[in-house]
């Protein structure tokens, strides 16, 4: 896991609950010195392209299921944007589902090319300011 997914975790949680219900939870972080570092997030299904393929045969999904699966990656979408960030890695390996009473849900995952922007003409990128040619 790269830096940016738990800042962008971080400033997820630190806001309104209703723009982070597709980021995994938090149960722990920190690092043994000089070895590296941890996260313990929230446990997760597969993610949606090994869902079509493994579960469903390379089957469509049915047509409410494809609505509902469209409507619920938009959100993350959206939700990560509205934290100031670009994901730039949008796939369906990128979405898992969720586990037990969570299976109705679709998360995010996967920050690690993802920038901050700060305004329309800058953005942040490994913690440095740039200017974004147009």
Same mark, same amino acid.
């Given at each position: 896991? #790269?830096? @940016?997914?738990?800042? $962008?975790?971080?400033n997820?949680y630190?806001s =309104? ?7 995994l ?5 920190g690092?043994f010195?000089d ?5 313990i997030l ?7 392209? #090994?869902? @079509?393929?493994?579960? $469903?045969n ?5 047509? =409410?299921?494809a609505?509902h699966?469209a ?13 100031h ?9 990128n979405?898992?589902?969720g586990?037990n009473?969570?299976h ?8 690690s090319l993802?920038y901050e ?8 990128e490994?913690?440095k300011?740039?200017a974004?040619?147009?």
């Amino acid at each position: 896991m #790269d830096t @940016r997914d738990i800042l $962008l975790l971080n400033n997820a949680y630190e806001s =309104s609950p209703n723009h982070r219900r597709h980021f995994l939870s938090i149960f722990d972080r920190g690092d043994f010195p000089d070895r590296y570092n941890y996260i313990i997030l929230q446990l997760c299904d597969c993610n949606l392209s #090994d869902l @079509r393929t493994e579960r $469903l045969n390379g089957a469509d999904y049915s047509r =409410s299921s494809a609505l509902h699966i469209a409507s619920q990656t938009l959100q993350g979408i959206h939700d990560v944007q509205l934290h100031h960030y670009y994901h730039r890695d949008i796939r369906s390996g990128n979405f898992v589902v969720g586990l037990n009473e969570h299976h109705h849900m679709i998360y995010i995952v996967n920050f690690s090319l993802s920038y901050e922007y700060v305004a329309r003409n800058h953005r942040l990128e490994h913690g440095k300011k740039s200017a974004v040619s147009e």
